[in-house]
């Protein structure tokens, strides 16, 4: 088992007003005068859990953790229908990480991600360069469309009495736009992010170590309402990015030390994502663990802990 550093709380933390009637929580942890880095999350909409803090040596680093637009602790919150999703998009993300960094007064960051959190992070990275300092991410996704078709259908052929129960519950072949239209009906909503959880969580049930998918009892909470409806606004949109943007565009970051970590087994996000953008990305460095998946393993624990060692200077 991977020892992680230890537990630590925040220094600082606070709502930032970011515009749009949104405020987005975020803290800093570790040494105020250690290096800069910012930590991305999944989903759209999964937050920040404390245990992110822990990948990093609080003496060597001065880390920052945010909730994205409508999850976690920022306002107003997803899960409330009353809420309006017109302005959060990538393009509104990406400009609250520069309304952060300059709120903290950093100069330059090293930027980490997971999942949708690598999207973010490389399209962040594109647009302001001179901005990231290093990036390390994991499970890798681009948000093409093609790997959200292979997501929510093509990995069928695998599960065919899940995704049918799946697409049932969408009632339209379009199971994304579908599921998205659902999680703005109140009547429906509930059943419906119970419904794309159960797929989710399916697709995940064959990596190592993994539980099979069991049945959601009771009604969701609301962490699991925003998690659900800003994945299905953020992929009924394909991320508002064209198709094959984020590694057609990945020369931009050519000069910044980067290092992507994926699992083999990842159903979820096969590993020719992970392998094209190595390709297109000048000196980023390609690290697959033949024996896992899309969520944590020790080895790709080893590998994020000895990247943010050797970038901590």
């Known amino acids: 088992m991977i020892e992680l ?166 009632g339209d072949d379009d199971v994304i736009g579908a599921y998205a239209r659902l999680m703005d009906d109140p009547d429906r909503r509930d059943r419906a992010a119970l419904a794309w959880n159960a797929w989710e969580k399916t697709v995940l049930s064959l990596e190592p170590g993994s539980a099979p998918a069991a049945v959601h009892s009771g009604p969701p909470d609301d962490a699991l309402l925003a998690f659900v409806r800003l994945t299905t606004h953020y992929y009924a949109h394909a991320g508002w990015l064209e198709e094959g943007a984020v590694i057609r565009d990945a020369g931009r970051l050519a000069g910044i030390p980067g290092v992507l970590i994926h699992g083999r087994l990842d159903l979820s996000c096969p590993v020719t994502t992970a392998w094209e953008l190595a390709a297109a990305w000048p000196g980023a460095e390609l690290l697959v663990d033949d024996r896992s998946g899309h969520g944590g393993s020790d080895v790709k624990r080893a590998w994020k802990l000895a990247a943010l060692d050797r970038f901590a200077r």
């Open 5 to 170: 550093h230890p537990p630590i709380e925040p220094y600082d933390h606070g709502l930032l007003d970011v515009g749009d009637g949104h405020h987005v929580y975020w803290e800093t942890c570790g040494n105020p005068d250690g290096k800069p880095a910012v930590v991305l999350h999944g989903g759209p909409g999964q937050g920040c859990p404390p245990g992110m803090r822990r990948m990093f040596d609080p003496a060597r680093y001065r880390v920052v953790l945010l909730d994205q637009r409508g999850c976690g602790r920022s306002r107003p919150h997803a899960a409330d229908p009353a809420t309006s999703l017109r302005h959060n998009t990538t393009s509104h993300l990406v400009a609250d990480l520069e309304r952060l960094r300059e709120h903290l007064g950093i100069e330059r960051w090293l930027v980490t991600g997971g999942s949708w959190g690598t999207t973010l992070a490389l399209v962040y990275a594109e647009r302001f360069p001179h901005r990231v300092s290093e990036i390390v991410v994991s499970a890798i996704s681009t948000t093409r469309r093609s790997e959200l078709d292979w997501l929510y259908r093509g990995a069928a052929r695998f599960f065919p009495e899940a995704w049918q129960r799946f697409r049932d519950g969408a």
